[in-house]
């Protein structure tokens, strides 16, 4: 790694050509994944404006650093917790979203290996270059662990880099970024550097509700849910949404609601703050629950839900 003692902020005049390239991230669920994307690009999302239509991909964020911006793209499929229809269907999807990235990179946790890791090997790209981000190294309780783990993943699988990193600590971003940027192609920016994303506002903040869901009762849900926008007002003091949960089973009904509704209440609160911050004025929002039995495991629901690649 380069020291910063002679850094003035600008590049020097034989600095070498920018490089812009799309990277995913991709692993199995509860690596960390989102952690170390809002760790790298922030966790505010914006609202952007593209500079050309240069990609069929839908961006997750952008981070531009001096010499290199890092488009990173969306991989719906990593992020199943399940099997059935839903998940056949997102590994044709996540193998098409991954095809032409200039880099991917594979997050695993540290001393954690597991079949579901194993299992992503064969779909990483291969004409991308291929990072291995070990993350969570901060709970690891000794540090040789960590060679005789990477040891053995390294045997399966020709990484062409390995980054020991803690997306929750900050550690090690720096260089996991420097090793991202080797694999960027030489190019001009795609975007422009305020811009954080380009994903249609409506479905940011159904990721928000989505996410408060996660955070609160995520592990008690057996199931995925989805968020569907039902409703969007936008008044000239507020905008008004109806968004609905939809959930498997009538027992994951008073999961999501709490005692006294309270869960619900409270996911409503958090998704409310933040997307109030990402329209930047007032909101009023409106959460219910319905149950859809099957809506996992139906296409035509997915197809009806806007899930792509049916
Ligand atoms: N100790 C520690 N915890 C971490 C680190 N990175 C992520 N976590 C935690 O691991 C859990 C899962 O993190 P996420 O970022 O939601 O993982 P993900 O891979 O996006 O998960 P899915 O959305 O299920 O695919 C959360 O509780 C994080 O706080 C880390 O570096 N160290």
Redesign the pocket.
């Known amino acids: 790694m380069s020291t910063d003692s002679d850094s003035t902020g600008t590049p020097p005049a034989d600095a070498a050509p920018g490089r812009c390239g799309l990277v995913a991230i991709v692993?199995?669920?509860?690596?960390?994944?989102?952690?170390?994307?809002?760790a790298l690009i922030g966790s505010k999302i914006s609202i952007v404006s593209r500079k050309a239509q240069t990609t069929r991909h839908r961006i997750h964020g952008v981070l531009t650093r001096p010499g290199a911006q890092f488009v990173f793209v969306d991989t719906p499929g990593?992020?199943m917790?399940h099997g059935g229809t839903m998940n056949r269907m997102m590994n044709r999807v996540v193998t098409q979203a991954v095809s032409d990235v200039d880099v991917v990179v594979m997050?695993v946790q540290a001393g954690k290996w597991t079949p579901g890791d194993a299992e992503l090997l064969p779909l990483l790209p291969k004409g991308a270059r291929h990072v291995l981000a070990v993350?969570?190294?901060?709970?690891l309780k000794r540090r040789d662990e960590l060679f005789a783990f990477v040891e053995k993943i390294v045997k399966q699988h020709s990484f062409d880099a390995v980054v020991p990193?803690?997306?929750?600590?900050d550690?090690q971003l720096d260089h996991l970024l420097d090793e991202i940027a080797a694999g960027l192609p030489e190019g001009e920016p795609m975007f422009d550097e305020d811009t954080l994303t380009d994903r249609p506002v409506r479905f940011i903040a159904a990721e928000l509700i989505r996410e408060k869901i996660?955070r609160l009762v995520g592990d008690e849900l057996p199931y995925a849910c989805t968020v569907v926008i039902e409703q969007w007002e936008e008044g000239p003091r507020q905008t008004a949404i109806n968004a609905c949960v939809l959930v498997e089973r009538e027992s994951h009904k008073p999961i999501l609601l709490g005692k006294g509704g309270e869960h619900m209440k409270r996911i409503a609160t958090e998704a409310r703050q933040d997307i109030a911050k990402l329209l930047d004025s007032p909101v009023h929002l409106e959460v219910y629950v319905k149950v859809r039995k099957g809506w996992s495991d139906s296409v035509s629901a997915l197809r009806e839900l806007g899930y792509d690649g049916a």
């Open positions: 692993g199995r669920p509860n690596v960390g994944k989102s952690t170390l994307l809002n990593f992020q917790r997050v993350n969570k190294i901060d709970l990193v803690s997306a929750a600590k550690k996660f």
